[in-house]
């Protein structure tokens, strides 16, 4: 596609999957999540609505999601085991398969941003821990916060009850499902029929040992091609064994699978056949759109080629 050619722009937004429970999910914080969910839209919207490129629109949708303490990244991030933040990030340009991760970062603001800077900036995709804290070192655009910074009130007392619940139980091994809901994605259409997908999250509550999930690995929790863009969100040891966001494009590529039924064999097949749950967002070179979950919610927002738009959380809008 030259640059003069143009084709309707398309974009999806996730801020987790889980179990969202209706009946304890007052009015006001419905109202709150879904205006940040709109927030996030209109950012990479904005993008989008200017010309600018898909890579540029997920970013930009996950930063504000990042920034919003409703979700598990940025400044909503759970907590590990210690008390403290360790935050991942990835994204990933389709045309040109071009992909920057981060993983286990304690004072970077937006995670999503640094993971852009190490594609571009760096022969690696994937830097870890005090290497991509240096990095991050020598990008002046990269915004520094004290890990403090990402302390929410809400995080503290899941940590504090996934800790009792330890201890109540040590012999046990703790349910995860539904536990982990938070972790927040985009994908992206742009008008040049470019694809692009970014995710990010805090982990999972209670975290140790310098746990990773799905989220920084590409082909698991992030994948982009010149098919389509994919966002996963869910029990991440479960997505990676199952190399979710990229089997969903490899059924698209060897078997010729429409993005709907790609999307839904992969989250409602083959993770949960392994024991895992959660969900996922795509989009298609034509604009298609796909959100499935096994999950009770998911946090969700969309506008599709035609202009419509919308944000949802459980099955029915």
């Given at each position: 596609?030259?640059?003069?050619?143009?084709?309707?722009?398309?974009?999806?937004?996730?801020?987790?999957?889980?179990?969202?429970?209706?009946?304890?999910?007052?009015?006001?914080?419905?109202?709150?999540?879904?205006?940040?969910?709109?927030?996030?839209?209109?950012?990479?919207?904005?993008?989008?609505?200017?010309?600018?490129?898909?890579?540029?629109?997920?970013?930009?949708?996950?930063?504000?999601?990042?920034?919003?303490?409703?979700?598990?990244?940025?400044?909503?991030?759970?907590?590990?085991?210690?008390?403290?933040?360790?935050?991942?990030?990835?994204?990933?340009?389709?045309?040109?398969?071009?992909?920057?991760?981060?993983?286990?970062?304690?004072?970077?603001?937006?995670?999503?941003?640094?993971?852009?800077?190490?594609?571009?900036?760096?022969?690696?995709?994937?830097?870890?821990?005090?290497?991509?804290?240096?990095?991050?070192?020598?990008?002046?655009?990269?915004?520094?916060?004290?890990?403090?910074?990402?302390?929410?009130?809400?995080?503290?007392?899941?940590?504090?009850?996934?800790q009792a619940r330890e201890r109540a139980?040590?012999?046990?091994?703790?349910?995860?499902?539904?536990?982990?809901?938070?972790?927040?994605?985009?994908?992206?259409?742009?008008?040049?029929?470019?694809?692009?997908?970014?995710?990010?999250?805090?982990?999972?509550?209670?975290?140790?040992?310098?746990?990773?999930?799905?989220?920084?690995?590409?082909?698991?929790?992030?994948?982009?091609?010149?098919?389509?863009?994919?966002?996963?969100?869910?029990?991440?040891?479960?997505?990676?064994?199952?190399?979710?966001?990229?089997?969903?494009?490899?059924?698209?590529?060897?078997?010729?699978?429409?993005?709907?039924?790609?999307?839904?064999?992969?989250?409602?097949?083959?993770?949960?056949?392994?024991?895992?749950?959660?969900?996922?967002?795509?989009?298609?070179?034509?604009?298609?759109?796909?959100?499935?979950?096994?999950?009770?919610?998911?946090?969700?927002?969309?506008?599709?080629?035609?202009?419509?738009?919308?944000?949802?959380?459980?099955?029915?809008?």
């Amino acid at each position: 596609m030259d640059a003069s050619t143009t084709s309707p722009t398309a974009l999806a937004i996730h801020g987790g999957a889980g179990v969202i429970e209706r009946e304890r999910l007052g009015a006001d914080d419905e109202r709150a999540i879904r205006a940040d969910l709109d927030a996030a839209l209109d950012a990479g919207h904005a993008v989008l609505a200017r010309g600018g490129g898909a890579l540029d629109a997920v970013e930009a949708a996950v930063r504000a999601l990042e920034d919003s303490p409703r979700f598990n990244a940025g400044h909503g991030a759970v907590y590990d085991a210690d008390g403290r933040h360790e935050l991942d990030a990835s994204l990933m340009e389709g045309h040109t398969r071009r992909a920057g991760a981060v993983a286990g970062v304690t004072t970077v603001r937006n995670p999503v941003s640094l993971a852009r800077a190490v594609m571009a900036h760096s022969p690696h995709v994937l830097l870890v821990g005090a290497g991509a804290e240096a990095f991050a070192d020598t990008r002046a655009e990269i915004a520094r916060v004290p890990n403090a910074w990402f302390d929410t009130d809400h995080r503290r007392r899941e940590l504090e009850q996934a800790q009792a619940r330890e201890r109540a139980d040590a012999e046990v091994v703790v349910d995860l499902k539904g536990r982990y809901f938070g972790t927040v994605g985009a994908v992206a259409l742009d008008a040049r029929g470019h694809l692009a997908a970014a995710t990010s999250t805090g982990g999972m509550t209670n975290k140790r040992w310098g746990r990773v999930g799905d989220t920084p690995l590409v082909g698991a929790g992030t994948w982009a091609d010149d098919r389509c863009a994919v966002s996963g969100t869910g029990w991440g040891e479960f997505f990676i064994r199952c190399a979710v966001a990229h089997d969903i494009a490899a059924r698209m590529a060897y078997r010729g699978d429409s993005l709907a039924d790609a999307a839904g064999a992969v989250v409602m097949q083959a993770v949960p056949r392994l024991g895992g749950d959660g969900g996922a967002i795509a989009v298609d070179r034509d604009g298609n759109i796909a959100m499935p979950f096994n999950t009770a919610g998911m946090y969700r927002g969309w506008i599709r080629p035609d202009g419509s738009r919308g944000t949802a959380i459980f099955r029915d809008p």
